[in-house]
């Protein structure tokens, strides 16, 4: 299958500080990507839709100003965790579909556990 | 919206017998079912799916059944194998190929006992 990278792995930062996660789709096109969250022994909760050279379409209850998407080519979607606190603290996993499929075959990256402190 | 619901949360099973985790969902215009394994501190891994226009699909071990009319669909996990434990998640989204999103089940955490 289609193979998604996610970086970095593990994260640890102090409180205010910010967070950038990148997600590369490897071998092939992403114009959409989405971002989740997932708590501890909990399901994945989306985020946001990544979309290429335009906005993201964040959730309902999903603040945008604290979580910076950029979707700057049809390869790399970034999250940015903004001034982060404690309950910032989670796991975050990106996905993507293969845009030249025609199928609807949805990827998830390794994922990101972030620590605030 | 999609709501989709999955049984059980927690399921032992002894190795080498069969597993079977089942989901409910609510949007009859949904159409695109996968199945994701989740290992711990890893991301979710496709491991089988299945469109609406197909009653069941199977790769080796693995299994999905759909009734479409009942609006519910199933793993089916076979011979199971200690590398089989892990959480799994169903999910469903809509019609047309694209962008839409998926909706996940609360997830299913498996254990094969030796």
């Known amino acids: 299958g289609a193979v998604v990278s996610q970086h970095p792995s593990r994260v640890i930062c102090k409180s205010g500080t910010s967070v950038k996660i990148e997600c590369r789709s490897l071998d092939f096109q992403a114009t959409t990507m989405f971002w989740y969250r997932q708590f501890p022994k909990k399901s994945l909760m989306l985020m946001a839709t990544?979309?290429?050279?335009?906005?993201?379409?964040?959730e309902q209850g999903v603040e945008k100003d604290k979580f910076l998407i950029n979707h700057a080519s049809l390869t790399l979607s970034t999250l940015t965790v903004t001034s982060a606190h404690p309950e910032d603290s989670s796991f975050y996993i990106c996905?993507?579909?293969?845009?030249?499929?025609?199928?609807?075959?949805?990827?998830f990256g390794s994922g990101t556990q972030l620590s605030v402190l | 919206g999609e709501n989709v619901e999955q049984h059980p949360s927690t399921l032992s099973v002894q190795e080498g017998d069969s597993a079977v985790i089942k989901c409910t969902y609510s949007?009859?215009?949904?159409?695109?079912f996968p199945w994701y394994k989740q290992e711990l501190g890893k991301g979710p891994q496709l491991i089988i799916d299945i469109r609406s226009n197909v009653g069941e699909k199977k790769d080796q071990r693995i299994a999905v059944t759909l009734n479409k009319t009942a609006k519910h669909f199933s793993l089916h996990i076979t011979e199971t194998q200690p590398e089989d434990s892990a959480v799994y998640f169903c999910?469903?989204?809509?019609?047309?190929?694209?962008?839409?999103?998926?909706?996940f089940g609360t997830g299913t955490r498996l254990t094969i006992i030796p």
């Open positions: 996905s993507a579909r293969d845009q030249g499929s025609t199928n609807e075959k949805l990827f």
């Open positions: 949007d009859s215009a949904s159409n695109y």
């Open positions: 990544s979309n290429e050279g335009s906005k993201a379409t964040y």
């Open positions: 999910a469903a989204s809509g019609s047309n190929f694209g962008n839409e999103k998926l909706t």
